[in-house]
C-alpha cells in the first residue's frame, strides 16, 4: 500500500535562515501534493498544492518541489521567522481514490530568534 | 462565511456510551471528511464524502458512522465508545478532487 514519510524529528532553525522539510512517498505516483500548517490545538491551513508535471511551486516566502523520480517533495521556508514555528503536513490523494486525501504525520518546525 | 464549524470543542465520554460528532459548513463545498489526529501523529480519514446521500469509507472506518443527508452537515457517530477512539477528530471540506480543505476548529474527544 501507499505510504508517506516526513522527517519524524522535530527541525529547529536559526531565524532567517531556510527550513526545508521532507516528504517522501512510495508505491505510488500521485497526481498531486498539498502542503498544510498546523498550530496547536488548530486545524490545519492549506498552504501550496503542487502537481506531478510542475517541478516547483512558489508563494511568498515558500517553496515547493515535487520530485517524481526520487518520489519525494520538499518544502521550503526561506528567510524563517519565530512566527513560522508550527508543525507542516503533506497529503495526498490516494491511489485507491482521487476523493481520499493521505495525510503524513508532520514535521514540527520551531524557528528561534 | 463562518467556514466549518465543529461541535462540540470538548467531550469525555465513558466506555460504551454513543454520541454524535456534529460538522457544518456554509460554503457549499459537496466533499466533506471526517479525520482523527492522535497526539503526535498525522491525521488519519475515517471517512468522506463526495456529495449529499453519498459517503464512503477511510482509512479507519472502524466504531464509526456517518450520514450526509444535506451539503452543509456531516455528522459522525461514535457508537460504543473506546478508549482507542480518545483523539482530536477533525472535519474538513473542499470543492472537490484536488482541491485545498478547509478544517474546522476540532473536537477534542477522550474516552474514560
Known amino acids: 500500500s501507499q505510504k508517506i514519510e516526513q522527517n519524524s524529528e522535530a527541525l529547529n532553525i536559526q531565524e532567517g535562515k531556510t527550513a526545508t522539510l521532507t516528504c517522501n512517498y512510495t508505491n505510488y505516483s500521485p497526481a498531486y501534493l498539498q502542503w498544510y500548517r498546523q498550530d496547536p490545538g488548530r486545524g490545519p491551513v492549506f498552504l501550496l498544492l503542487i502537481r506531478e508535471n510542475e517541478k516547483e511551486k512558489r508563494k511568498e516566502r515558500l517553496k515547493v518541489t515535487f520530485d517524481t523520480t526520487l518520489k519525494q517533495s520538499l518544502f521550503h521556508i526561506t528567510a524563517s521567522q519565530p512566527a513560522d514555528s508550527a508543525t507542516y503536513l503533506c497529503a495526498f490523494p490516494s491511489y485507491s481514490s482521487a476523493s481520499k486525501i493521505i495525510f503524513g504525520s508532520g514535521t514540527r518546525l520551531s524557528i528561534r530568534p | 462565511n463562518a467556514g466549518v464549524t465543529q461541535t462540540p470543542k470538548f467531550r469525555i465520554l465513558k466506555i460504551g456510551q454513543s454520541m454524535t460528532l456534529q460538522c457544518t459548513q456554509d460554503m457549499n463545498h459537496n466533499y466533506m471528511y471526517w479525520y482523527r489526529q492522535d497526539p503526535g501523529m498525522g491525521l488519519k480519514l475515517i471517512y468522506y464524502?463526495?456529495?449529499?446521500?453519498?459517503?464512503d469509507k477511510g482509512e479507519v472506518p472502524n466504531g464509526y458512522n456517518v450520514s450526509r443527508s444535506t451539503t452543509e452537515d456531516f455528522p459522525l457517530r461514535l457508537e460504543l465508545a473506546a478508549p482507542s477512539q480518545t483523539s482530536v477528530y477533525f472535519c474538513?471540506?473542499?470543492?472537490?478532487?484536488?482541491?485545498?480543505?478547509?478544517f474546522g476548529p476540532g473536537t477534542r474527544l477522550t474516552v474514560t
Open positions: 464524502s463526495v456529495g449529499a446521500g453519498i459517503t
Open positions: 474538513a471540506s473542499s470543492t472537490g478532487t484536488g482541491a485545498e480543505q478547509y
